[in-house]
């Protein structure tokens, strides 16, 4: 079956750097996706990956290892107002999206 | 784990005709779903919150006329795209709030529905 597993939640400190891991079991693959949703408000885009290795943007990057079904989001200088969940989403081979259940970031002063 | 289906996966459809596409939630009761309209590699954009028993609110600049809404019963919402164009293709994505978390926060999404309009 289709699967995609992150940890439910999450608590780091302002200004230091957190890595959010995801795992994914998808029927082909056509990329993974990393999005951010506050509380009351739509998902934002972070990211995509589709082909291995590591995309830099901003504070914020995202990897993928294809062989290993993984895929993580790391999030540097953290800030107050990156307290959200974050949700990761791979794509299968009919373009549909596989969601998790989302990691809920909690930032502490 | 909460699931939220769509049907269909994805349609092809000649312009000026509507199409409806369903939201499920599998397992647990949703008195609130929400409509996204994705476009590629970009955010998602909330088109209208369903509530079950009323009618659904849009967001600005969303034709409400366009975009039927019905969220008959907990575990079901429909959107009906009416008279579509071809710039109304795109991948449309539901999610559901589960009642019985008490978390109002936590949404579960959908698949997804890919939409083309020749």
């Known amino acids: 079956g289709q699967n995609i597993d992150q940890p439910t939640e999450m608590t780091a400190t302002e200004g230091a750097i957190v890595q959010i891991n995801c795992t994914y079991q998808?029927?082909?693959?056509?990329?993974l996706f990393w999005y951010q949703q506050h509380a009351g408000e739509a998902p934002t885009f972070l990211s995509y990956?589709?082909l291995d290795g590591l995309e830099e943007k901003g504070r914020f990057s995202s990897f993928l290892s294809r062989s290993k079904g993984y895929s993580y989001l790391l999030l540097k200088e953290l800030q107050m107002k990156d307290s959200a969940s974050y949700l990761c989403?791979?794509?299968?081979?009919?373009?549909?999206?596989?969601w998790g259940a989302g990691t809920k970031l909690i930032i502490k002063p | 784990g909460a699931v939220v289906s769509q049907h269909p996966s994805w349609v092809i459809c000649k312009s000026g005709t509507s199409v409806k596409i369903e939201c499920r939630s599998l397992?647990?009761?949703?008195?609130?779903m929400f409509w996204y309209r994705q476009f590629p590699k970009q955010s998602l954009m909330l088109m209208a919150t369903?509530?079950?028993?009323?009618?659904?609110?849009?967001e600005q600049g969303v034709e409400k006329d366009k975009f039927l809404i019905n969220h008959a019963s907990l575990t079901l919402s429909t959107l009906t795209v009416t008279s579509a164009h071809p710039e109304d293709s795109s991948f449309y994505i539901c999610?559901?709030?589960?009642?019985?978390?008490?978390?109002?926060?936590?949404?579960?999404f959908g698949p997804g529905t890919r939409l083309t309009v020749l």
């Open positions: 999610s559901a709030r589960d009642l019985g978390t008490g978390d109002t926060d936590t949404q579960y």
């Open positions: 397992d647990f009761q949703a008195t609130t």
């Open positions: 369903s509530n079950e028993g009323s009618k659904a609110t849009y």
């Open positions: 998808t029927s082909g693959f056509n990329g």
């Open positions: 990956n589709v």
């Open positions: 989403a791979g794509m299968d081979s009919n373009y549909q999206l596989i």
